[in-house]
């Protein structure tokens, strides 16, 4: 549901309130799918979702977009009405892909989940024009992942602890060390100022 | 245990690194780093093929990357240091690039020996890291650019590969098996389900393109190569790519094993093929000298590809290939800073004559060409001219013919770009702005391109070996 909405949301605000929102869910879907694995390392991950995910990211984000005064429109490429016929366009093919695999090992609600989380986060990268959408984007394709490691999870704990690893790594790299850089050297956060490195 | 140690060092030697402010201390870290990376290098072409610490076992591949790795830092640091000091830096980005540098060329070296993806993928992420940081040494708007790019490419690729992973984990799930070593996947290939596997190539192929610099995820390299300085760029053009090729390698030697074989060939010639004809495409109409560079190690890795692709005496030229590029590329870039500081511009318009400013630094630019477009001479013509027998042995007659047009037309945009370097007079310049540059700072260009026809032409014994090994893995 939330990909839908986030297909249409036009304020940056929005896109947060989304993305705690996604952090929450998944918060809940961790805590009822690892049943199988240790406690201490159930508590890390949930840990780990509801801080980063839920908290620490958006917080972060928003408080970069008050300090580099980013407007609050997130400027799309395309109009409102396109991005929902898309978004729904990919969780159709997604559910018509899934069950054409004929796989015991695999619970479907969760393949159609990440494969269409991820795919929405795509989408969002290659239509909106700011740079901190894009980000957001990145995050919304990291849940996804985070879902679909999920689905293997009971079995291997390590790939989810591995998919934590991303996580972290992808927002302290991304968001730490660049966003506050990318506000000082670029008064103006629009994607289109960063096109001068080509042939 | 040793990597344990060689791991640590590195640890404690860029935390000295970045701490330390002081120029001689600093400097003398650099050299117990070179030797402690030596000492590593040694000591695993020792004990090749034991498994350590769980996750690394020093296969012939791997010893042969650590080798090259181990050849390619000392000129790397050596021209680091020059860089450093023609740049008066200030001692804080002076340690951080050397923190960076250091962190990089451990994290490739490992990445080459461990026996695990999941570990592979992991050091590939430290690289990220440490080339970011690399990149940004200037801290302007175009090296936040590239560096942007660069990071958020390099972080969808690196989802990419762990999507890959997450594939691959199901379909060994109906296997039977829960150890994703690479060893393991080897034994059980014929069990694994191959729609997963079909699914996890694809992912994991997509997500290393993007450190070997193939379709579809080059874009983020060539950006990191041009901002990045020279010696850095050397780094990120030569053994960078190789960790890409280790992990494509790998896979692909799982791959191998399964019926899943022609399927995966087709989807590596075509993107090899795709990446060949865009390096084409920009090197015959390029103007800035080092982005020219970059293309054409996309133009290399593309042929690396089709070598592997194509099989049979393919996977020994593709072997050598990669390692022999790894010494030609940085020599390259080495030059490039040269250049650079004659005429302060990477513009092809601004450039030229340079045979009257540099002599030696001229001659190791035209050897240079002549190496990278695998003219005769040079130890890529070897490797180049065993990819087209094999792929005109497996029967790719019309992509051979597509293949050699394009490289024809690469080697005359290269040409005419390297000869309006060394040999048209420049429009304008200032003469006595040009600084003289000590024809000493070319003698590692010339002994990387010199080892290259070495290795080429009269290969050791022990180089032999190791390749013959190497191509054993895939069956």
Request: hydrophobic content about 55%.
């Amino acid at each position: 549901m939330s990909l839908l909405y986030v297909s249409i949301a036009n304020r940056l605000l929005t896109y947060l309130r989304i993305l705690v929102l996604q952090g929450f869910i998944l918060f809940g879907v961790t805590y009822l799918t690892l049943t199988h694995i240790n406690t201490a390392n159930l508590i890390f991950i949930m840990l780990e979702t509801i801080v980063f995910k839920a908290i620490a990211v958006p917080y972060f984000i928003n408080h970069v977009i008050k300090r580099n005064g980013i407007t609050r429109e997130a400027e799309p490429y395309l109009p409102n009405f396109v991005s929902l016929i898309i978004v729904t366009l990919i969780f159709v093919a997604t559910i018509i892909l899934s069950n054409s695999i004929k796989d015991t090992n695999l619970d479907k609600t969760y393949f159609v989940v990440a494969l269409s989380t991820l795919f929405t986060g795509l989408y969002l990268i290659v239509s909106r024009k700011k740079i901190i959408t894009h980000v957001i984007g990145y995050l919304i394709i990291e849940n996804g992942v985070f879902i679909l490691s999920l689905a293997v999870g009971n079995e291997m704990p390590v790939l989810v602890n591995m998919g934590i690893m991303l996580d972290i790594f992808a927002s302290v790299l991304i968001l730490g060390v660049f966003f506050n850089k990318i506000g000082d050297v670029l008064k103006n956060p629009d994607v289109n100022l960063l096109r001068n490195l080509k042939d | 245990m040793i990597i344990g140690i060689f791991l640590i060092g590195t640890l404690l030697i860029s935390g000295g690194l970045f701490f330390n402010r002081n120029t001689v201390v600093n400097y003398s870290f650099l050299v117990i780093y070179l030797a402690l990376l030596w000492s590593f290098c040694i000591h695993e072409l020792g004990v090749i093929n034991s498994t350590q610490l769980e996750f690394f076992k020093p296969d012939s591949l791997g010893i042969l990357l650590l080798l090259t790795i181990g050849v390619v830092s000392i000129p790397a640091l050596w021209h680091g240091y020059r860089y450093i000091a023609t740049h008066e830096e200030n001692p804080k980005s002076r340690g951080l690039f050397f923190t960076a540098m250091v962190i990089l060329i451990s994290a490739c070296a490992v990445a080459y020996i461990s026996n695990h993806i999941a570990v592979i993928w992991i050091f590939t992420e430290i690289t990220t890291l440490s080339a970011s940081a690399l990149i940004y040494h200037h801290r302007n708007i175009r090296a936040l650019e590239g560096v942007w790019k660069y990071v958020f490419i390099c972080a969808i690729s690196i989802t990419f590969i762990y999507i890959g992973i997450l594939f691959l984990s199901l379909s060994i799930k109906q296997a039977g098996i829960e150890d994703l070593s690479f060893d393991s996947l080897y034994a059980n290939a014929s069990t694994l389900n191959p729609f997963w596997l079909k699914l996890s190539f694809l992912f994991i192929f997509t997500g290393f393109t993007a450190k070997l610099g193939l379709i579809p995820m080059y874009t983020a390299g060539i950006d990191a190569k041009d901002k990045a300085p020279a010696p850095a760029g050397a780094l990120l053009a030569s053994v960078l790519m190789n960790v890409g090729f280790v992990g494509i390698f790998r896979f692909y030697a799982v791959i191998a094993r399964t019926p899943l074989l022609p399927w995966a060939n087709t989807i590596m010639i075509v993107a090899a093929v795709l990446s060949v004809f865009v390096a084409t495409v920009y090197m015959t109409r390029i103007k800035n000298i080092k982005r020219m560079f970059a293309y054409s190690g996309i133009e290399h890795m593309g042929l690396v590809i089709l070598g592997l692709a194509a099989g049979g005496i393919g996977t020994y030229a593709a072997i050598l290939h990669i390692v022999l590029h790894s010494f030609v590329k940085p020599s390259l870039f080495f030059q490039f800073n040269q250049i650079y500081r004659v005429y302060q511009s990477k513009s092809i318009y601004d450039v030229g004559n340079y045979f009257k400013y540099n002599k030696a630094g001229a001659i190791a630019i035209l050897l240079g060409f002549i190496s990278a477009t695998a003219m005769p001479p040079s130890g890529l013509f070897i490797s180049e001219f065993l990819i087209f027998q094999s792929l005109f042995e497996a029967h790719y007659i019309i992509i051979l013919l597509l293949v050699l047009i394009l490289l024809t037309m690469i080697i005359w945009g290269f040409g005419s770009n390297i000869f309006k370097l060394l040999f048209t007079p420049p429009m304008q310049i200032d003469e006595t702005q040009i600084p003289r540059i000590s024809p000493w700072e070319s003698l590692s260009q010339y002994l990387l391109l010199g080892l290259a026809v070495y290795l080429a032409y009269a290969p050791p014994a022990l180089f032999v070996t190791l390749l013959q090994d190497a191509v054993k893995l895939i069956p």
